[in-house]
Protein backbone atom coordinates (compact mmCIF):
# COMPACT_ATOMS: atom_id res chain seq x y z
CA UNK A 1 0.00 0.00 0.00
CA UNK A 2 3.16 2.09 0.35
CA UNK A 3 3.41 2.66 -3.31
CA UNK A 4 -0.28 3.76 -3.74
CA UNK A 5 -1.44 7.15 -3.55
CA UNK A 6 -4.00 7.71 -0.47
CA UNK A 7 -7.17 9.90 -0.38
CA UNK A 8 -9.65 10.91 1.54
CA UNK A 9 -12.88 11.17 -0.15
CA UNK A 10 -16.03 12.84 1.78
CA UNK A 11 -19.32 13.89 0.15
CA UNK A 12 -23.24 12.69 0.14
CA UNK A 13 -22.53 9.37 -1.84
CA UNK A 14 -19.10 7.50 -0.03
CA UNK A 15 -17.04 8.24 2.86
CA UNK A 16 -13.48 6.90 2.89
CA UNK A 17 -10.22 6.22 1.34
CA UNK A 18 -9.07 5.53 -2.00
CA UNK A 19 -5.93 4.23 -3.02
CA UNK A 20 -4.60 4.65 -6.35
CA UNK A 21 -1.83 4.51 -8.92
CA UNK A 22 -1.76 6.06 -11.98
CA UNK A 23 -1.11 4.75 -16.07
CA UNK A 24 -0.89 8.04 -18.30
CA UNK A 25 -4.78 8.57 -18.32
CA UNK A 26 -5.89 5.74 -16.51
CA UNK A 27 -6.21 5.43 -12.75
CA UNK A 28 -6.48 1.97 -11.03
CA UNK A 29 -6.64 0.96 -7.22
CA UNK A 30 -8.94 0.12 -4.48
CA UNK A 31 -11.29 1.97 -1.87
CA UNK A 32 -12.55 1.50 1.50
CA UNK A 33 -15.09 3.20 3.36
CA UNK A 34 -18.95 3.61 3.35
CA UNK A 35 -21.54 3.83 0.74
CA UNK A 36 -24.16 6.71 1.86
CA UNK A 37 -26.42 6.25 -0.54
CA UNK A 38 -28.20 3.09 -2.61
CA UNK A 39 -27.41 4.35 -6.01
CA UNK A 40 -23.54 4.82 -4.54
CA UNK A 41 -21.46 1.83 -6.16
CA UNK A 42 -22.20 -1.29 -7.97
CA UNK A 43 -24.47 -3.73 -5.74
CA UNK A 44 -25.28 -1.35 -2.69
CA UNK A 45 -29.50 -1.75 -2.10
CA UNK A 46 -29.56 -1.15 1.92
CA UNK A 47 -27.27 2.23 2.57
CA UNK A 48 -25.58 3.24 4.49
CA UNK A 49 -23.12 0.02 4.18
CA UNK A 50 -19.57 -0.57 4.59
CA UNK A 51 -17.69 -1.69 0.97
CA UNK A 52 -14.30 -2.17 -0.25
CA UNK A 53 -13.96 -2.43 -3.85
CA UNK A 54 -11.76 -2.12 -6.65
CA UNK A 55 -11.38 -0.30 -9.72
CA UNK A 56 -9.97 0.81 -13.08
CA UNK A 57 -10.93 4.73 -14.48
CA UNK A 58 -11.82 4.88 -17.28
CA UNK A 59 -13.59 1.42 -17.84
CA UNK A 60 -12.84 1.34 -21.42
CA UNK A 61 -8.69 2.19 -20.97
CA UNK A 62 -6.23 -0.07 -21.78
CA UNK A 63 -5.19 -0.69 -18.37
CA UNK A 64 -9.05 -1.83 -17.82
CA UNK A 65 -8.50 -4.10 -20.52
CA UNK A 66 -5.29 -5.21 -18.67
CA UNK A 67 -6.45 -5.63 -15.24
CA UNK A 68 -10.35 -6.38 -15.97
CA UNK A 69 -10.39 -7.26 -19.39
CA UNK A 70 -8.67 -10.84 -19.28
CA UNK A 71 -9.30 -13.78 -17.44
CA UNK A 72 -6.35 -14.04 -15.32
CA UNK A 73 -6.48 -10.34 -14.92
CA UNK A 74 -6.27 -8.33 -11.43
CA UNK A 75 -9.72 -8.53 -10.54
CA UNK A 76 -11.23 -11.47 -12.02
CA UNK A 77 -7.84 -13.46 -9.45
CA UNK A 78 -9.39 -11.19 -6.71
CA UNK A 79 -12.91 -12.57 -7.26
CA UNK A 80 -11.74 -15.69 -7.58
CA UNK A 81 -9.73 -15.67 -4.51
CA UNK A 82 -11.97 -13.63 -2.45
CA UNK A 83 -14.99 -16.38 -2.85
CA UNK A 84 -12.43 -19.11 -2.40
CA UNK A 85 -11.70 -17.70 1.01
CA UNK A 86 -15.67 -16.89 2.29
CA UNK A 87 -15.33 -13.55 1.72
CA UNK A 88 -16.36 -12.76 -1.89
CA UNK A 89 -16.30 -9.56 -4.23
CA UNK A 90 -18.79 -9.18 -6.69
CA UNK A 91 -17.57 -8.62 -10.13
CA UNK A 92 -18.81 -5.89 -12.27
CA UNK A 93 -16.35 -6.22 -15.27
CA UNK A 94 -18.08 -3.79 -17.66
CA UNK A 95 -17.92 -0.47 -15.29
CA UNK A 96 -15.09 1.63 -13.67
CA UNK A 97 -15.84 -0.09 -10.29
CA UNK A 98 -14.30 -3.87 -11.21
CA UNK A 99 -15.27 -5.75 -8.21
CA UNK A 100 -17.12 -4.75 -4.79
CA UNK A 101 -17.88 -5.90 -1.04
CA UNK A 102 -20.14 -4.56 0.62
CA UNK A 103 -22.47 -5.42 4.10
CA UNK A 104 -25.12 -3.22 5.09
CA UNK A 105 -24.26 -1.70 8.49
CA UNK A 106 -28.06 0.24 9.14
CA UNK A 107 -29.44 -1.99 11.70
CA UNK A 108 -25.88 -2.37 13.49
CA UNK A 109 -26.47 -0.87 16.89
CA UNK A 110 -24.05 2.10 17.47
CA UNK A 111 -22.37 -0.05 19.91
CA UNK A 112 -21.42 -2.54 18.05
CA UNK A 113 -20.83 0.07 15.23
CA UNK A 114 -17.21 0.30 14.89
CA UNK A 115 -16.30 -3.36 15.81
CA UNK A 116 -18.64 -4.54 12.64
CA UNK A 117 -17.04 -2.44 10.52
CA UNK A 118 -13.52 -3.02 11.45
CA UNK A 119 -13.82 -6.31 10.92
CA UNK A 120 -15.37 -6.65 7.54
CA UNK A 121 -12.65 -3.87 6.33
CA UNK A 122 -10.35 -6.28 7.70
CA UNK A 123 -11.59 -8.91 6.19
CA UNK A 124 -11.50 -7.15 2.79
CA UNK A 125 -7.99 -6.20 2.34
CA UNK A 126 -7.15 -10.36 2.66
CA UNK A 127 -8.18 -11.23 -0.43
CA UNK A 128 -6.62 -8.25 -2.16
CA UNK A 129 -3.11 -9.49 -1.00
CA UNK A 130 -3.76 -13.13 -1.43
CA UNK A 131 -4.95 -12.72 -5.14
CA UNK A 132 -1.64 -10.31 -5.76
CA UNK A 133 -3.96 -7.80 -6.69
CA UNK A 134 -1.67 -5.00 -5.17
CA UNK A 135 1.74 -6.26 -7.25
CA UNK A 136 -0.43 -6.77 -10.33
CA UNK A 137 -1.99 -3.02 -10.35
CA UNK A 138 1.72 -1.90 -9.63
CA UNK A 139 3.22 -3.78 -12.21
CA UNK A 140 0.67 -2.50 -14.61
CA UNK A 141 1.06 1.20 -13.92
CA UNK A 142 4.71 0.93 -13.69
CA UNK A 143 6.74 2.12 -17.00
CA UNK A 144 9.36 0.05 -18.47
CA UNK A 145 13.14 1.04 -16.85
Do not use: W
Amino acid sequence: MENFRRKHIANRRFVGYRFSRVRRHSTAGFSFGFALRNDSLPGIIEAPEVVGYAFVEPANSALHRDLVGRRNGAVHRLASMSRRMGCPFELHADGAVAAVRHRSVRHVPDELFALVASDFLMLCYQPLRAAGFLERVTKATTGPG
